[in-house]
């Protein structure tokens, strides 16, 4: 629309220049020689009459074809042809400036008077010509400006408003009508695409609860799972401590220790799910207190059953976090260490600014580097470990993370070269 009122302007610009060059060329006319040779007849026939009747000069009754004035030695006007132009202060110097044609009256080769034409007729059929073909073009210019209001109120605005309507379906902002109006050309194409939204926003509002509410199932699943699953490694435990280990009893208590096995990795699983899920329903809570830094220990310990950790020693510090989450991470991480490397793992603290580090690092075949960015990804798993064939959901280092920037820490992954490498960087107290 910016084009068109640029484009109007400049129109009106020619136009009003066209007609400056018709006036320059209208008075060029009017300056021509055979207009010149007219005007001095004219000028010679009034002298000559005016002379003869300078006595009185109200004898001049004769239609000249133009307007003139005839004035005195000193200026004063002695006869005007009744013109419209305000001739008090007209004299030959004036007429000069004007370009009105002029002659002396002369008697005796003595100068009484002069006279002045005023070729007012001409002239003012010239201004009225020009000022009706400036007021043509004014009208003109107008109603392009009104068509263009016009045009912009029923035709643009309501498309530019359909744009930002689109914009905003296409973002999800389904909350926000169609601005319409009763002048709209559009009203029910508008109207169809606002109960359009309508109907998506509904559909979105189911969507949204039948998530949750699926959300709230698999929760309500993975709880009821934790006790069957505690119940069956209980029960495990207790078969395991009463068979006696000998020979005979050796292939049951491999078969105990598999079903253990199994029962412990479906324990992480279930518990890596709740925790998704919780964090999905935005009911996730971690409580951070002040522990002693000694509990990653225990909690390396905890998890390191085959006992393939090695670590430095702690610093004695306060850290803050949730000691319960934190083993959850320490838990996940010493997992994954296990299905995908299997060697041994380095642990090395340090502090670091207002952070205690926990490097866990071990020796497998590390992650390409084009996936370190997205191993902390929700359900992502990356070729490498899927072609393992170890069992596996792709939540566990999303859970790490996400746990620790809970407890306003920080996960980092990286290779190391000589294996794979997982940072943590816990807060001090």
Known sequence: MKN????VLLLGVIYFAAVMIFAGLAVRKNDSSAKQETEILQLNSIAKDAEQHWANLQELDQDYGTDFVILDQNGRILYDSDTNIAKDHLSIEKAIKLRYPYAYVTRNDRILGSVI??????????FNLLLLVGLLGLLILAGALLFGLYVRKRVIVPFQNLRDFAGNIAEGKLDQPLAMNRDNLFGAFSESFDIMREELAQSRRREIELQKKERELVASLSHDLKTPITGIKLT????????????????????????????????ILVNDLFSSTLEDLGEFKVTVSDEEALILDEIVKKYDDRGLSVSTPIPEVLIRVDRRRMSQVIGNIISNSYKYAGTQINIVY?????????????????????????????FYRGKQWVESGEDGSGLGLYIARMLMEKMDGELLPMNTGDGFDITLLIPLS
Request: aromatic residues 6%; charged residues 35%; proline residues 4%.
């Open 117 to 126: 034409l005023i070729d007012n007729q001409q002239r003012r059929q010239m």
């Open 350 to 378: 340090k502090l670091v600014d207002e952070f205690l580090e926990m490097r866990i690092c071990d020796h497998g075949p590390g992650v390409p580097e084009e996936e370190l960015s997205l191993i902390t990804n929700k």
């Open 4 to 7: 068109y009122y640029r484009l």
């Open 236 to 267: 495990t435990e207790l078969l395991k401590a009463k068979t006696s280990p000998d020979d005979e009893n050796a292939d049951l208590t491999e078969k105990l220790d598999s079903i253990y096995k199994k029962a412990d990795q479906i324990d």
